[in-house]
């Protein structure tokens, strides 16, 4: 059974600083999602991750891919308050066609 | 752009009513899925679909049924309601790929009383 862990569950950092959000997956998986949710919305898409080693970039946040590790990492640069939302990694079961999500990560960005 | 709605932000029902939440894609995605989130719980899935009168239970089936006779349309039914299916309920499309992107509705928001 694949299992998907974020960590930290909970996060609160002030503007300005950098931070890192890990996604663990169990099982050997190609594809994985970042999703950004705001209170009381629905999910919406941030990162598609395709491939070993595969990165992507946009404005402040960084997503890469590790898929020997089953690492995920959503790196936050120079954090501003429009950031704070709860974001979701989710990871692909191989051959199926369903996604398994993490916990989410509450992110706080303080002034 | 996906479009994904559901058919409504919030409801409100009583316990033993039978409840019917309603999502349509107008993508023509092959694959529906239904999710309930749960603060401390993340997404957890109900049933999905992945053609016209297919389903497939996923992780937490029990209490709930679905139903798509129409592509667009995939519907899910609390056939008594209780109250532990508070919760908000999610609806997404993808297409028939293995690990495909998912696309999401904006969410209902049930409370059973």
Known sequence: ?111 | DVKVTQSSRYLVKRTGEKVFLECVQDMDHENMFWYRQDPGLGLRLIYFSYDVKMKEKGDIPEGYSVSREKKERFSLILESASTNQTSMYLCASSLNLAGAEQFFGPGTRLTVL
């Open chain 1, 1 to 111: 059974e694949l299992k998907v862990e974020q960590n930290p569950l909970f996060l609160s950092m002030q503007e300005g600083k950098n931070y890192t959000i890990y996604c663990n997956y169990s099982t050997t998986s190609d594809r994985l999602y970042w999703y950004r949710q705001d209170p009381g919305k629905s999910l919406e898409s941030l990162f598609v991750l395709l491939s070993n080693g595969a990165v992507k970039q946009e404005g402040r946040l960084m997503a890469s891919l590790d898929t020997k590790a089953r690492l995920s990492t959503l790196h936050i640069t120079a954090a501003v308050h429009d950031l704070s939302a709860t974001y979701f990694c989710a990871v692909d079961i191989q051959g199926a066609q369903k996604l398994v999500f993490g916990q989410g990560t509450r992110l706080t960005i303080n002034p």
